[in-house]
């Protein structure tokens, strides 16, 4: 992998969440970082974040269910950093809308779910990362190194949630698996990540309910990124689930508390 110093990385879906907190972590080691996200002031405040951390940022409005733009804000992206080390694939759709005429409908057996839950979990994060993936993997390939996450969870391996969560999951897995095995001969590494219980915005509006004692931070996940793509032997990870708690032990490195969340196995969701 490149120095820190000189890392060029794209984080899709920067606009807040875990997004965020990868590319305000990637800032930490001065990383030139282009975000993307649909919400034009979510992004200048995660590029502002990324500024102040030290590293640069681009920001870079983009929808990903639409190829065209996707193609465009590649185009930019990799003209203004000139490649690309790291992609991290964190767009993802499936969260929007939980609640349906004062209805929390997530949990709802499949039969009774809007079929658009199912296209806005492929659209705006399997398809999407595929397509995010196949734009970076050409500059990748040519300069024989790079790596590629894709930010997943534990309902690729067991229930949790609702069936089309955890077929948007395993199709994630899956989507590493076998990129990994095309892209390994050409030094380009592809993982999938999982975070654990992330304080995010939108778990937070929920804290009453919930046991936060093991909780992360969305930058945890970063950290956790910025780590791997700093791994020289990265390759050896290609093809592999990892958990971001887990590498935070094996790396050495803690949150933004000083803590270092026990990390969570498939038998704890």
Same mark, same amino acid.
């Given at each position: 992998?490149?120095?820190?110093?000189?890392?060029?990385?794209?984080?899709?879906?920067?606009?807040?969440?875990?997004?965020?907190?990868?590319?305000?972590?990637?800032?930490?080691?001065?990383?030139?970082?282009?975000?993307?996200?649909?919400?034009?002031?979510?992004?200048?405040?995660?590029?502002?974040?990324?500024?102040?951390?030290?590293?640069?940022?681009?920001?870079?409005?983009?929808?990903?269910?639409?190829?065209?733009?996707?193609?465009?804000?590649?185009?930019?992206?990799?003209?203004?950093?000139?490649?690309?080390?790291?992609?991290?694939?964190?767009?993802?759709?499936?969260?929007?809308?939980?609640?349906?005429?004062?209805?929390?409908?997530?949990?709802?057996?499949?039969?009774?779910?809007?079929?658009?839950?199912?296209?806005?979990?492929?659209?705006?994060?399997?398809?999407?990362?595929?397509?995010?993936?196949?734009?970076?993997?050409?500059?990748?390939?040519?300069?024989?190194?790079?790596?590629?996450?894709?930010?997943?969870?534990?309902?690729?391996?067991?229930?949790?949630?609702?069936?089309?969560? /955890?077929? =948007?999951? !395993? $199709?994630?897995? &899956?989507?590493?698996?076998?990129?990994? +095995?095309?892209? @390994? %001969?050409?030094?380009? #590494?592809?993982?999938?990540?999982?975070?654990?219980?992330?304080?995010?915005?939108?778990?937070?509006?929920?804290?009453?309910?919930?046991?936060?004692?093991?909780?992360?931070?969305?930058?945890?996940? /970063?950290? =956790?990124? !910025? $780590?791997?793509? &700093?791994?020289?032997?990265?390759?050896? +990870?290609?093809? @592999? %689930?990892?958990?971001? #708690?887990?590498?935070?032990?094996?790396?050495?490195?803690?949150?933004?508390?000083?803590?270092?969340?026990?990390?969570?196995?498939?038998?704890?969701?």
């Amino acid at each position: 992998m490149a120095s820190a110093a000189r890392i060029r990385a794209i984080v899709t879906g920067a606009s807040r969440g875990v997004g965020r907190g990868v590319a305000e972590a990637l800032g930490e080691i001065g990383a030139a970082v282009a975000i993307t996200g649909r919400d034009e002031a979510a992004l200048a405040q995660t590029g502002a974040g990324i500024t102040a951390l030290g590293g640069r940022a681009l920001a870079l409005r983009c929808d990903h269910r639409d190829d065209a733009q996707t193609e465009a804000a590649f185009a930019h992206a990799l003209r203004e950093l000139r490649g690309v080390d790291l992609l991290v694939n964190s767009a993802w759709g499936g969260y929007e809308n939980m609640s349906e005429g004062g209805e929390f409908t997530w949990p709802r057996p499949f039969w009774e779910q809007p079929l658009w839950r199912w296209d806005a979990m492929f659209a705006a994060g399997v398809r999407a990362a595929y397509a995010c993936s196949r734009l970076a993997a050409r500059p990748m390939t040519a300069q024989r190194r790079g790596l590629i996450v894709n930010i997943s969870f534990w309902a690729a391996q067991k229930y949790v949630g609702n069936v089309a969560y /955890g077929v =948007a999951k !395993a $199709a994630t897995d &899956r989507l590493t698996a076998d990129c990994a +095995h095309e892209l @390994r %001969a050409h030094g380009v #590494a592809v993982v999938s990540l999982y975070p654990g219980l992330v304080r995010t915005a939108r778990v937070m509006e929920a804290a009453a309910f919930l046991d936060l004692s093991n909780s992360e931070s969305p930058r945890l996940t /970063g950290r =956790a990124v !910025a $780590a791997l793509v &700093r791994d020289a032997e990265v390759l050896r +990870h290609s093809g @592999r %689930a990892l958990v971001a #708690a887990q590498l935070a032990r094996e790396y050495g490195f803690s949150d933004v508390d000083g803590a270092q969340p026990r990390p969570l196995t498939k038998d704890d969701v």
